[in-house]
């Protein structure tokens, strides 16, 4: 009888493990509270994050600029993509208030994707840093960038206001980048966070999607790349499927191949490897900036 891959599975419903209890606590609460009175914009809200409550509970909260429409059209992703609006120049305060109002004590900055703009988005990405330090010089940050399309004064900007962590995704393996990613490209990515780290970049992270066809030995090849490009940190979380229009879910993956992957990484010498269904980019960020 033939042995089936893991790409040739069919996920059955969500299983127990990423089933998830509702956020609670003082904490969540009256960040919410914060939230929904002063209209703040975090991923954490917006993105429906299983983490929400957690990492709230630790000072820990997700901003994303430059609008929340993509030039890119990701087949993973649920943000939505089409024309971007003109860029908001007040953004930075804006930023750099929500989360002194919040009392932020580690934050995390991500965008879309501005292919549109002759800048990639970065200067804006820059005076957005710079605000937050000033307003919230006790907050630690980590920037969770795009690949400005691999171009080097672009990246440059990022390293010069100086983030705690600089973090970029590589999302997936080599051969579904194509098909996961569309207008990324594997090595262009690698290359990013290898330069990052040539710079003086001290603390670098990327993170990967299971269950969108990969097998065992892509994974742990890119576990290998990602460590021969000097990434410091490494999340490893379950896909699930933002629509219908999305890529499908191949596979559900279980806990102990989640800790597999943890124990490879710890061997590979990275400085933290957080793997579970449930981790997204910024799990547990605070704790990546020692």
């Given amino acids: ?78 943000v939505k993509t089409g024309r971007p609006e003109t860029v908001d120049w007040d953004e930075p305060e804006k930023v ?35 605000a937050v330090k000033r307003m919230n010089p006790e907050t630690t940050l980590e920037t969770l960038i795009p690949d400005f399309q691999g171009i080097e004064k672009h990246i440059d900007r990022i390293i010069d206001v100086a983030p705690e962590v600089v973090s970029h995704n590589i999302e997936t393996v080599r051969r579904l980048t194509r098909d996961v990613r569309i207008q990324a490209k594997y090595d262009r990515s690698m290359g990013v966070l290898k330069y990052l780290k040539q710079q003086g970049q001290r603390r670098t992270k990327s993170g990967i999607m299971l269950g969108l066809g990969e097998k065992r030995e892509e994974v742990i090849e890119t576990l290998h790349d990602l460590r021969n490009n000097d990434v410091d940190v490494v999340t490893i979380g379950q896909y699930l499927q933002p629509s219908k229009k999305h890529l499908p879910v191949k596979q559900f993956v279980n806990p102990d ?34």
């Fill in 257 to 290: 191949q989640f800790d597999e992957y943890k124990s490879i990484g710890i061997s590979l010498g990275f400085r933290h490897v957080e793997s579970s269904a449930l981790v997204r980019s910024s799990y547990k960020a605070q704790k990546h900036i020692n």
């Fill in 96 to 130: 750099a208030r929500s989360i002194k109002l919040m009392q932020i004590k580690h934050a995390v900055l991500t965008s879309v994707d501005r292919d549109d703009l002759k800048d990639m988005g970065s200067i804006m990405w820059s005076e957005t840093v710079k």
């Fill in 1 to 78: 009888m033939e042995t089936k891959v893991a790409s040739d599975i069919l996920p059955e419903r969500k299983p127990r493990w990423l089933k998830v209890k509702l956020p609670t606590g003082k904490k969540y609460t009256e960040l919410r509270s914060l939230v929904d009175k002063y209209k703040l914009n975090t991923i954490c809200t917006s993105g429906s994050c299983p983490n929400m409550g957690e990492c709230w509970g630790e000072g820990t909260a997700t901003f994303m600029i430059l609008g929340n429409v993509c030039t890119r059209s990701c087949g993973f992703c649920g």
